[in-house]
């Protein structure tokens, strides 16, 4: 028995240690959420803050008249700027005098401890039970993602007040969903934004029949007392405006995310206009309504509450940027039986909030009524056919484990050094890395373009003087072959015209051609590659921000004929302006030669024929030869593009292990299990 005991205690103490050693990296990760929140509100405060007079807070502005207090002399609808209700200039009437008083200040840091209090209770509305490190985590979480979403930055940016009537559906149906005073709550936020007034019939259909009574009994009080006080305004909003359409800009307008600013957008107008918008307005409700109540009883209330609002902003007359968080709410909802399926929503719905729609599709007019609609379609999606798990479903704690390849040993005994990315899916999902792909790429664009040598005349000159220091080097290794290749292929037409069209068309169609077949036959593969194109992108980036650099064809004394872009015009001081469409002097990498050997390189690993390897490894060659012909990239350039090339691969072996050459037959996509293998009897 003591001895039992003795041999127990390593055991006990061991235990603790470990339990001790997860309980402080957690309190470090909530120290570092928390952290991260402070900084993105600093900078939220310091960008606001930091911008000329005039520029910022303009919404708020417009409460201050001349003598302090809002518009006393004229209506709140002189001019349209204006975009609330009668109540709410009613109510914030008196702080009008503070607010020219400390404008700004007062306002902007009143409006974080609003964002503030919303993650709180946000992450307090968590359909229960949960984790230890969710509780501890979720309110930086949702904190830091409030912050970063465009309705709070847009918010802060105009001085406006709608986080006000989201915090007060949250107070009502959250956290005191028992008490009398959830249905003022909900009332007094429908009198600052009519449409809210849907949460009423929410509470009524999941038996708090009271506080849908008293929601609707405040309204009608709130609006009551506003027409009272106010009577020519109410009249303008509620008669001439329609509940604040016409407000705040053209309801066709981009920013009003509603089915009404959509129809109009597509061209309808008048009574079929109104007509579509009431028929489908209708069904979004109804629809919303039941999936809100569905999930209300499966105790997911804030996902409730975010449906919902969704539902709201669809049939808004108007539902601009500033009233649109309800979407990001949804992240909540858990959507997909497949684990690998499982954070396709959430990473949309981030996305979606926080990323212009600029960023998340291709300027293709095709895509246009997609790009011009993207949050009221992820409303939509969240109101009406979003499959979320029930709370009761097994795959709603516990989804469906993607298949894994088999690990490859590595070499180095440190090798991965993140161990969890050595676990590599057989077939990532399609949408989310078609998103990743997409975001990544503009979010490439954006950096690459800001990384210009060449905004300027001091930029001009360092990137040319940059192009010195690369043409004395090639001189001294003998490489400087660029005006004879380019003079050369010049004076020879269809050579000229292959080179042209090479250097235009293959640059993006090969690198997403050999991912899109990657994807569809060599999955495993594709994870490998995906992630040593981006490590090699983002280098490359690096060399831009280091290393400005002035193409042969932008060097004013070399004579090298830009065959692509066209004479360039020396003689102007701005005849590099192109540099603000995309990054003239983005020279070093050449990354038009680091993605074509990365292709290269890539087809000859993976290839299953010869004829196959030597065909992928003429594209970097081809690449090469165009590059330099035409004028647009010194010799070196595509020695820095090939050296970040093995760099992207290098990181890649370090970071999750050496490729997965091998999938389990089990794992592989319509492949039938492996036959059992033949004992050998006579051995036995």
Not at 347 to 362: C, D, I, S
Not at 379 to 402: E, G, H, I, K
Not at 436 to 451: D, E, F, G, K, N
Request: proline letters at 7%; one cysteine or more.
């Amino acid at each position: 028995m003591a001895d039992a005991q003795h041999s127990g205690r390593p055991a006990e103490t061991f235990g603790a240690t470990a339990a001790g050693e997860a309980g402080a990296r957690l309190r470090a990760a909530r120290l570092g959420l928390w952290l991260v929140a402070a900084v993105l509100a600093v900078r939220q405060v310091t960008a606001v803050l930091g911008s000329p007079r005039g520029e910022r807070l303009t919404d708020l502005e417009t409460w201050v008249g001349p003598d302090g207090v809002l518009h006393v002399t004229g209506s709140l609808y002189d001019s349209t700027r204006f975009t609330g209700t009668p109540f709410g200039g009613l109510v914030l009437k008196p702080l009008t005098r503070s607010a020219e008083q400390a404008l700004g200040w007062g306002w902007t840091f009143g409006t974080l401890l609003l964002v503030a209090a919303l993650g709180v209770i946000a992450a307090r509305a968590l359909p229960q039970p949960v984790g230890r490190r969710t509780a501890l985590l979720a309110a930086p979480v949702a904190i830091s993602l409030l912050m970063l979403s465009l309705p709070v930055r847009n918010t802060l940016w105009l001085g406006q007040t709608s986080i006000i009537p989201v915090l007060l559906v949250l107070l009502g149906c959250s956290v005191v969903p028992g008490r009398r005073t959830g249905g003022p709550l909900i009332g007094v936020a429908a009198a600052l934004q009519p449409t809210l007034l849907l949460f009423a019939p929410l509470l009524w259909l999941t038996g708090r029949r009271r506080a849908a009574l008293a929601a609707g009994v405040t309204f009608a009080a709130c609006t009551a007392l506003a027409w009272a006080a106010m009577p020519r305004d109410s009249a303008t909003y509620w008669v001439h405006h329609m509940a604040g359409a016409g407000l705040g800009g053209r309801a066709d307008d981009l920013a009003n995310q509603s089915l009404h600013g959509a129809l109009l957008r597509l061209g309808l107008s008048g009574p079929l206009e109104t007509a579509l918008f009431l028929l489908l307005g209708a069904a979004v409700v109804v629809l919303g309504l039941r999936r809100a109540v569905r999930c209300a009883r499966d105790g997911q209330l804030l996902l409730a509450v975010a449906i919902t609002g969704c539902a709201a902003i669809a049939v808004s007359p108007t539902a601009w940027q500033h009233q649109l968080l309800w979407v990001l709410l949804t992240v909540v909802g858990r959507a997909g039986r497949r684990a690998c399926d499982r954070y396709v929503w959430p990473v949309a719905v981030v996305l979606v909030t926080t990323l212009p729609a600029k960023m998340l599709l291709p300027d293709l007019a095709v895509l246009h009524p997609l790009r011009d609609n993207v949050v009221l379609l992820a409303a939509l999606a969240a109101a009406t056919a979003v499959p979320f798990l029930s709370r009761t479903s097994p795959q709603y704690r516990a989804p469906v484990p993607a298949e894994h390849a088999a690990p490859v040993p590595a070499r180095f005994r440190h090798v991965p050094l993140l161990p969890f990315l050595r676990r590599v899916p057989t077939r990532p999902n399609l949408l989310l890395e078609l998103l990743l792909i997409r975001v990544t790429y503009a979010a490439y664009s954006q950096v690459r373009l800001a990384a210009t040598g060449g905004s300027n005349e001091a930029g001009r000159a360092r990137a040319e003087h940059h192009g010195r220091q690369i043409l004395d080097l090639e001189r001294v290794l003998r490489l400087d072959i660029e005006h004879a290749v380019n003079h050369a292929v010049v004076k020879v037409g269809w050579l000229r015209d292959f080179f042209d069209f090479y250097y235009t068309s293959f640059h993006f169609a090969v690198p997403l051609t050999v991912l899109g077949l990657l994807y569809w036959r060599r999955p495993v593969d594709y994870r490998w590659a995906r992630a040593a194109l981006g490590f090699t992108t983002l280098l490359a980036l690096a060399g831009f921000w280091l290393y400005p650099l002035a193409p042969p064809r932008l060097m004013p004394t070399l004579g090298i004929i830009d065959t692509v872009h066209g004479v360039q015009d020396f003689t102007q001081p701005d005849y590099g302006t192109l540099t603000a469409l995309t990054n003239q002097y983005a020279a070093m990498p050449s990354l038009h030669f680091g993605w074509s050997l990365w292709c290269g390189l890539v087809i000859a690993v993976v290839a299953p024929r010869g004829w196959m390897k030597a065909l992928g490894l003429l594209h970097p060659f081809f690449t090469a030869s165009a590059i330099v012909a035409t004028g647009n990239h010194w010799v070196l350039d595509a020695v820095g593009g090939a050296l970040v090339v093995g760099a992207g691969f290098g990181l890649t072996y370090v970071l999750q292990g050496p490729r997965a050459r091998t999938v389990t037959a089990a794992a592989r996509v319509g492949s039938e299990p492996p036959p059992e293998p033949v004992r050998d009897r006579t051995a036995s």
